[in-house]
C-alpha cells in the first residue's frame, strides 16, 4: 500500500470504555476477519485477559476499508490495555501511531485515565479523535459528557465530538472515516535506510523473539542482516508480516507500516522494546527516541511452590520479553530455595505475572508479601553511600542507616461529589497530601502526592469500595523522599524468618506487628511443640504470640481420665519442644497474605 493510504491509530480509553468492543466492530466492518472466525471478544485473547475481562497487552491488527474516495486504506490498530497497572502499554502504543481514538463512556463521562491517556497522546503529538461511545445506554448524558471532553484542552473546544455505540454498531462507519480524513498518513521515506520502531516483542518456542515493528524509514524484506542498534545484535531473518490480526507472513514492509519481524533470536535480551532495527549494511544515521524504561513500582519475590526452578527461569524468561515492564533477577531464600526477585507495574500486575505462570506455564508459584524500592543513605563508616534495596532482606541493620528515602507518585482520582468525604479520608489515612481539587462539569477531579508503598497493594480496591465504584484512578511516578521506615523481622521459634522481613513506616509498625502475629498463628502450619513467633523491629519485640502446638488436646479429648493424667500427658508434649531449624519451616501462600493483609 502506498503510504498516503496508510493509517496507524491507537484507541485510548479508561477501563471498560469499550475499546475492546469497538476494536471487533472495526473489525467487521473492514476486511479483516470474516464472521466464522469471530469470537466473542477477537483480541482479549490472552486467558487471563479472557478471566479478568481487561486487556493487558496491547494488540495490533491491520484492516482494509475503502473509502468514499474509492481509495481502499490500510488501518493499523493498536488496542491498548486501560487498567491503572498498565499505562507504559499505553505510551509504547502511542510512539507507533500517527493518532488516537479517545473513546469515553457516555455514561460514566471523563475518568482519570481519560485525562492521563489524553494527555499522553498530545504529548506525542498525535492527532485525537473524540469519540462517545455507549450511547445506546439508557444512563448515557452525551451532553454532559461532551462537555467534559471539550475542557479537557482548547484543542478540544471545536473539536466534532462523534457519538457511537460500539455494541451495536451504530456510528462506527463515521469513526472509520474521521481515522481516513483526520490522522495523518505516515511521512517516513521509503528510499531512506530502514529505520524501525520495536514497539513490543514475543517469545515464541520455534521461532524465538518476534519484534512488533513501526517502520519509520526504509523497507524491509526476509534474509538481510538485520541490526538491533541498543547492542548491535545482528541477526538474519526468514520471516517478516503483517498482524491480520493473527500473523500473516508477507514478502515486504515499506515505511509507515506496522509489521512483525521473526528474529530468530533465543536469547530474550537481545530484543529490547524501545529498540531501532536497522539494517547492517546501510544502518540509519540516528536511533529513534525510544522510550524511557518502565520503572517497577513494587518488588515481590516469586518461588516455585513444588520442585523446579529451572521451568520457572524458563518461563519468566518469555514472560519478560513479551512484558517488558517487567524485571526479574535471581534470588535466594534459606526457607523458599532458589527463586526470582521481579519488579512489577503494580500489585494487579503481580497477579496477572501470577496467573499466566499457571495458565501458560503450568507453573504454581509462591510470592513474597511485595515492597516498594527505598534508597537506604548510610552512616558511620560508610557515610555517603546510598544503597538501592529492593528486598527486604538486603535492607541494612539500623545501626548504619542515615536516613531512607521512598518512592512518591501523583495520584489523580476522579469521582462524583457525593464521594468526595469518603476518598479524602481514605487519601488521608493512606498519608496522602492534596494538592489539586478541580470540578469540571460534576467530574471531580482530586490530586494527590503519596507514598508509592501506600497506593501499590490494595489502594484501588478500597477506593472502589468507598465511592461505591465509581472512583477511578491514575497514578504517575514521582520522586524518592525522605521517609521513617523501618524494617519488621520475624522470629519463629527463635529464628529469623528472612522471606517474612518486610518494610513499612515507623508509626504503623506496632499495629502491623500486632495484627501480624496473631495471623501468624493461624497461617504458620503447627507442629508437635508450640512456637514462640515475634515481630522484631530495631532489635525490640514488638509484639509475640505462640503458635500452638499440634497434638492431642489431653484437656478436652472427652475420655475421662484423672487430672494427674493429663498433667502427665501435657507434660510428656511439651518435652517434645526443640527448637526448630530456621530452613525446615514449611511457609505456605497464606504466611505471606497475612502481612499483606496486615499492612
Ligand atoms: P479494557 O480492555 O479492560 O480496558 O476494557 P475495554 O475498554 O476494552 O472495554 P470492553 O470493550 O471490554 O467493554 C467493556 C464493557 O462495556 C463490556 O461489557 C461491553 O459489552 C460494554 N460495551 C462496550 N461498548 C458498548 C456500547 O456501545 N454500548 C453498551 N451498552 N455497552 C458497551
Given at each position: 500500500t502506498?503510504q498516503?493510504y496508510i493509517r496507524?491509530?491507537?484507541?485510548?480509553a479508561h477501563?471498560d470504555?469499550?475499546?475492546?468492543t469497538?476494536?471487533?466492530?472495526?473489525?467487521e466492518?473492514t476486511e479483516?476477519v470474516?464472521?466464522r472466525?469471530?469470537?466473542?471478544?477477537?483480541l482479549?485473547?490472552?486467558?487471563?485477559?479472557r478471566?479478568?475481562?481487561?486487556t493487558?497487552?496491547s494488540?495490533t491488527?491491520?484492516?482494509?476499508y475503502t473509502?468514499?474516495?474509492?481509495?481502499?486504506y490500510?488501518?493499523?490498530f493498536?488496542?491498548?490495555?486501560?487498567h491503572?497497572?498498565?499505562s507504559?502499554?499505553?505510551?509504547?502504543s502511542?510512539?507507533a501511531?500517527?493518532g488516537?481514538?479517545l473513546?469515553?463512556?457516555?455514561?460514566q463521562?471523563?475518568q482519570?485515565?481519560?485525562?492521563?491517556?489524553?494527555r499522553?497522546a498530545?504529548?506525542?503529538?498525535?492527532?485525537v479523535?473524540?469519540?462517545?461511545?455507549?450511547?445506546?445506554?439508557?444512563n448515557?448524558?452525551p451532553d454532559r459528557?461532551e462537555r467534559q471532553?471539550?475542557?479537557?484542552?482548547?484543542s478540544?473546544?471545536?473539536?466534532?465530538?462523534?457519538?457511537?455505540s460500539a455494541?451495536?454498531?451504530?456510528?462506527?462507519?463515521e469513526?472509520?472515516?474521521?481515522?481516513i480524513?483526520?490522522?495523518?498518513a505516515p511521512?517516513?521515506?521509503r528510499?531512506?535506510p530502514?529505520?524501525?520502531?520495536?514497539?513490543?516483542?514475543?517469545?515464541?518456542?520455534y521461532k524465538g523473539v518476534?519484534?512488533y515493528?513501526?517502520?519509520f524509514?526504509g523497507?524491509l524484506e526476509?534474509?538481510?542482516?538485520?541490526?538491533?542498534?541498543?547492542?548491535?545484535?545482528?541477526?538474519v531473518?526468514?520471516?517478516?508480516?503483517?498482524?491480520?490480526?493473527?500473523?500473516?507472513?508477507?514478502?515486504?514492509?515499506?515505511?509507515?507500516?506496522?509489521?512483525?519481524v521473526?528474529?530468530?533470536?533465543?536469547?530474550p535480551?537481545q530484543?529490547?522494546?524501545?529498540d531501532?532495527?536497522?539494517?547492517?549494511?546501510?544502518?540509519?544515521?540516528?536511533?529513534?527516541?525510544?522510550?524511557?524504561p518502565?520503572?517497577?513500582?513494587v518488588?515481590a519475590?516469586?518461588?516455585?511452590?513444588?520442585?523446579?526452578?529451572?521451568?520457572?527461569?524458563a518461563?519468566?524468561?518469555?514472560?519478560?520479553?513479551?512484558?517488558s515492564?517487567l524485571t526479574?533477577?535471581?534470588?535466594q531464600?534459606d526457607?523458599?530455595?532458589?527463586?526470582f526477585?521481579?519488579?512489577f507495574?503494580?500489585?494487579?500486575?503481580l497477579q496477572?505475572?501470577?496467573?499466566?505462570?499457571h495458565?501458560?506455564?503450568?507453573?504454581?508459584?509462591?510470592?513474597?508479601?511485595?515492597?516498594?524500592?527505598?534508597?537506604?543513605?548510610?552512616?558511620?563508616?560508610?557515610?555517603?553511600?546510598?544503597?538501592?534495596v529492593?528486598?527486604?532482606?538486603t535492607?541494612p541493620d539500623?545501626?548504619?542507616?542515615?536516613?531512607?528515602?521512598?518512592p512518591?507518585?501523583?495520584?489523580?482520582i476522579?469521582?462524583?461529589?457525593?464521594?468526595?468525604?469518603?476518598?479524602?479520608k481514605?487519601a488521608?489515612q493512606s498519608?496522602?497530601?492534596l494538592?489539586d481539587?478541580g470540578?469540571?462539569?460534576q467530574?471531580?477531579?482530586?490530586?494527590?502526592?503519596m507514598?508509592?508503598?501506600e497506593?501499590?497493594?490494595?489502594?484501588?480496591?478500597?477506593?472502589?469500595?468507598v465511592s461505591?465504584?465509581y472512583?477511578t484512578?491514575?497514578?504517575t511516578m514521582?520522586?524518592?523522599?525522605?521517609a521513617?521506615?523501618?524494617?519488621?523481622e520475624?522470629?519463629?521459634?527463635?529464628a529469623?524468618?528472612d522471606a517474612l522481613?518486610f518494610?513499612?513506616?515507623?508509626e504503623d509498625?506496632p499495629?502491623v506487628?500486632?495484627?501480624?502475629?496473631h495471623?501468624?498463628k493461624?497461617?504458620?502450619p503447627?507442629?508437635?511443640?508450640?512456637?514462640?513467633t515475634?515481630a522484631?523491629?530495631?532489635?525490640?519485640?514488638l509484639?509475640?504470640v505462640?503458635?500452638p502446638?499440634?497434638?492431642?488436646?489431653?484437656?478436652v479429648n472427652?475420655?475421662k481420665r484423672?487430672t494427674?493424667?493429663k498433667?502427665?500427658?501435657l507434660?510428656?508434649?511439651?518435652?517434645?519442644?526443640?527448637?526448630?531449624a530456621?530452613s525446615d519451616?514449611e511457609?505456605?501462600?497464606?504466611?505471606?497474605?497475612?502481612?499483606?493483609e496486615?499492612?
Amino acid at each position: 500500500t502506498q503510504q498516503q493510504y496508510i493509517r496507524n491509530f491507537s484507541i485510548i480509553a479508561h477501563i471498560d470504555h469499550g475499546k475492546s468492543t469497538l476494536a471487533d466492530r472495526i473489525m467487521e466492518m473492514t476486511e479483516t476477519v470474516d464472521e466464522r472466525e469471530r469470537t466473542d471478544q477477537l483480541l482479549d485473547s490472552m486467558s487471563v485477559e479472557r478471566a479478568h475481562g481487561v486487556t493487558v497487552k496491547s494488540r495490533t491488527v491491520r484492516n482494509y476499508y475503502t473509502a468514499d474516495d474509492g481509495h481502499r486504506y490500510e488501518l493499523n490498530f493498536i488496542d491498548t490495555p486501560g487498567h491503572v497497572d498498565f499505562s507504559y502499554e499505553v505510551s509504547k502504543s502511542l510512539a507507533a501511531s500517527e493518532g488516537a481514538i479517545l473513546l469515553v463512556d457516555a455514561a460514566q463521562g471523563v475518568q482519570a485515565q481519560t485525562v492521563a491517556n489524553f494527555r499522553l497522546a498530545k504529548a506525542n503529538g498525535l492527532t485525537v479523535l473524540p469519540v462517545l461511545n455507549k450511547i445506546d445506554s439508557p444512563n448515557a448524558d452525551p451532553d454532559r459528557v461532551e462537555r467534559q471532553v471539550r475542557a479537557l484542552d482548547p484543542s478540544m473546544e471545536t473539536a466534532k465530538i462523534m457519538r457511537i455505540s460500539a455494541k451495536t454498531g451504530e456510528g462506527v462507519s463515521e469513526v472509520l472515516a474521521a481515522i481516513i480524513r483526520q490522522i495523518p498518513a505516515p511521512q517516513g521515506s521509503r528510499d531512506q535506510p530502514l529505520k524501525a520502531l520495536v514497539f513490543d516483542s514475543q517469545y515464541d518456542t520455534y521461532k524465538g523473539v518476534i519484534a512488533y515493528l513501526r517502520l519509520f524509514d526504509g523497507h524491509l524484506e526476509t534474509g538481510r542482516t538485520l541490526r538491533l542498534m541498543a547492542n548491535s545484535t545482528n541477526f538474519v531473518s526468514d520471516e517478516i508480516g503483517t498482524f491480520a490480526p493473527s500473523m500473516q507472513a508477507c514478502e515486504q514492509l515499506e515505511a509507515g507500516d506496522v509489521g512483525y519481524v521473526v528474529t530468530g533470536l533465543k536469547d530474550p535480551t537481545q530484543v529490547r522494546v524501545g529498540d531501532t532495527l536497522t539494517l547492517d549494511s546501510q544502518p540509519t544515521q540516528r536511533a529513534l527516541p525510544g522510550y524511557a524504561p518502565a520503572q517497577p513500582m513494587v518488588y515481590a519475590g516469586i518461588f516455585p511452590k513444588s520442585g523446579d526452578s529451572k521451568e520457572l527461569a524458563a518461563a519468566m524468561a518469555k514472560l519478560v520479553l513479551n512484558d517488558s515492564s517487567l524485571t526479574c533477577e535471581s534470588e535466594q531464600s534459606d526457607v523458599l530455595g532458589s527463586g526470582f526477585r521481579c519488579g512489577f507495574l503494580g500489585a494487579f500486575h503481580l497477579q496477572i505475572i501470577r496467573e499466566r505462570l499457571h495458565d501458560e506455564f503450568g507453573i504454581d508459584v509462591l510470592t513474597t508479601a511485595p515492597n516498594v524500592p527505598y534508597r537506604v543513605h548510610l552512616r558511620g563508616a560508610k557515610a555517603g553511600q546510598v544503597v538501592e534495596v529492593d528486598r527486604p532482606t538486603t535492607f541494612p541493620d539500623y545501626s548504619e542507616i542515615d536516613y531512607v528515602e521512598e518512592p512518591f507518585a501523583r495520584v489523580d482520582i476522579s469521582m462524583p461529589g457525593s464521594a468526595l468525604n469518603d476518598v479524602m479520608k481514605l487519601a488521608e489515612q493512606s498519608k496522602g497530601t492534596l494538592v489539586d481539587l478541580g470540578d469540571d462539569d460534576q467530574l471531580l477531579l482530586a490530586s494527590y502526592h503519596m507514598p508509592v508503598s501506600e497506593i501499590a497493594y490494595d489502594f484501588f480496591n478500597k477506593l472502589k469500595s468507598v465511592s461505591h465504584g465509581y472512583a477511578t484512578m491514575n497514578v504517575t511516578m514521582e520522586d524518592f523522599e525522605p521517609a521513617d521506615v523501618v524494617k519488621v523481622e520475624i522470629y519463629i521459634n527463635y529464628a529469623r524468618v528472612d522471606a517474612l522481613s518486610f518494610v513499612l513506616h515507623r508509626e504503623d509498625a506496632p499495629r502491623v506487628a500486632q495484627e501480624l502475629v496473631h495471623k501468624l498463628k493461624y497461617a504458620v502450619p503447627r507442629r508437635l511443640y508450640p512456637m514462640p513467633t515475634q515481630a522484631v523491629v530495631e532489635g525490640r519485640a514488638l509484639a509475640r504470640v505462640d503458635i500452638p502446638p499440634l497434638r492431642k488436646n489431653a484437656a478436652v479429648n472427652g475420655e475421662k481420665r484423672s487430672t494427674s493424667k493429663k498433667q502427665a500427658l501435657l507434660r510428656r508434649q511439651s518435652a517434645n519442644k526443640r527448637a526448630a531449624a530456621q530452613s525446615d519451616i514449611e511457609l505456605p501462600q497464606s504466611v505471606f497474605n497475612a502481612i499483606l493483609e496486615a499492612e
